[in-house]
Structures are given as C-alpha cells and as structure tokens.
C-alpha cells in the first residue's frame, strides 16, 4: 500500500547500494571519469577517497555494470576492512568463486585466472571496498603482488580502492603512494542537489511523471515526483543528513512512511521532523540539528 500510495514499484531510499539509482552531478562524473579511465586505460592503482555515505561503493558498483564482459573481468571485494580473512584469498574467491586455504594457493589461482583472461583478450579489473586507513603490513604486501603480477602479453590488473577520508600520504608506504595514478574525493551533495536527488530516485523507483493532471480524482492518488518532497521538506532533509546521500535517504525513506500514514499528498517539513525525531531517538544527532 506504501508503494501503491506514492505510484512507486520499488522503494526508492533503500539503505542496499544500488547502481540504478546513481545520481550524477559534477564530482560524480569526474570521479566517474577518473575511476573508468583506471580501469579500461590505466594500469596503476587509483584510490576513491571521501566521508562515509557519500557514495563510493555505488560509483563502483554502477561502474561495474558499465564495463563491458566480455572485455573485463571484475571482482568486487567488499569490506575488505572489516575482513581478516587475507587479501589474496579474497581475490580469488570474487573472480573464481573458488576458496584457497592460504596466499600461496591464492596467487596461483589468480595467476591462472590471469592468464585465461589474456587467452581471451580481458583484462582484470579489482575493486576494494571500504579499504582501511592503516592496512596491516600483509595487507599492503599481498596488494603490492598484485600490482606487481607479470603477465605476458596484453592483460592488465588494474586495482581501484575506495575508502574513508582515506589519507594515503601519511599512513600507506612510499612505494604504492608513489603508484596511485590519482585520488578522487567524494563528498556531500550540495544544498540545491538535494531536491533533484530525491525526485531522481523516485523517477528510478517508478514514480510518475511530472505529466499528471492538477486535481486529480479524490480516489486516486498519484505523486508527481517533483512535487511528492516539498522544497522546504528538502531543505529540512539536506540540512539535517549535511548532504550525505545515506543519511539523506535513511531520512526521506521514514519521511514517505510518515507522510503515506498521514494519508498525505505529498512529504511537508513536519513529516520531515517527526522522522527525523524518530531517527534520533535516544541517539546522539549524527548530523545536523533540526530546526
């Protein structure tokens, strides 16, 4: 019924990154740019640095999708700082699916999955998610063979991390500092960015087009997307979450509840607040203060 009230077919502020909702704005493309150049014509590593919830993994992911299969292969590797598994042995099993019970077993897997890509004339493409501020010394050495790894012929190995105020010049070795082809900062949205990124993410939800008709009939109830968050209700959102997309959508998901329990045709400041209170409840604010 929440769907259906709002002429929604999926829910658009889902916390489960989703590459279909990417919002671009202009430090999105450029990190964009900057993150596909590394993968289809680089060669070095490239690191994707910036606050927590502002996007790096679904510019991965979105960038994922976008590289062709047949001329990339891509492994994904998510938390690899929450993770003590070990970085080889992670590898292997995102390209091959296949688990290694140690590094020597792993490169020998990733050795042969590079030489296959090459047979086929791909090239291998690894992405590392939430990469720590201070690796351990056998993380960087085992990321160290990796950029290292010979292959003859024409497969490359590129590597992209992305990580949290990351600060590869003073905690990473001179070694992969002096390797980091370029690093890109992520950060919030801006104040007037918030607004077209919730309606865009309801247009990507399903939600009506702006074509409907003023007054529409009392048993019907369809959103015009850019009408469905009311300026003031966008500002409320974008100064509590400081621009940061997860906060934002952690907001505008409670806001749509409230409001679709109001039976209300469209998200105001009030709905906003009383979400957010709920968001806050016995917490300490996370980020800006509700007026």
Known sequence: MYLDHWSLKRSPF???PDSRFLFTTEQHEHALAAISYAACEGGEPVLLRGR???GKTLLLRALRRRLPRERFQVAFVPEVACSEVGLLK???YHLTHTLVDDAGAAMDVILRQAQEAE??????VLMFDNWP???APNVLEELRWLLNLDIEGSCRVDVLLAGDEVRPRKHWPAWLVQRLFTTVQLGPLRPGEVLPYLVH???VAGGETNDQPADPPAD???QTNRKTFSPKAAKLIGDWSEGVPRLINRAAHLALHVAYLDLAQRVEPDHVRRAIARLTQDKAEP???VQ
């Open 14 to 16: 889902e916390a489960r």
């Open 52 to 54: 927590a919830g502002c």
């Open 90 to 92: 992670r590898v292997a």
């Open 119 to 124: 047979q086929h004339g791909q090239s291998i």
């Open 133 to 135: 501020t201070e690796a």
């Open 201 to 203: 993410r309801l247009d």
């Open 220 to 222: 019907r109830r369809p």
């Open 287 to 289: 980020a800006g203060a």
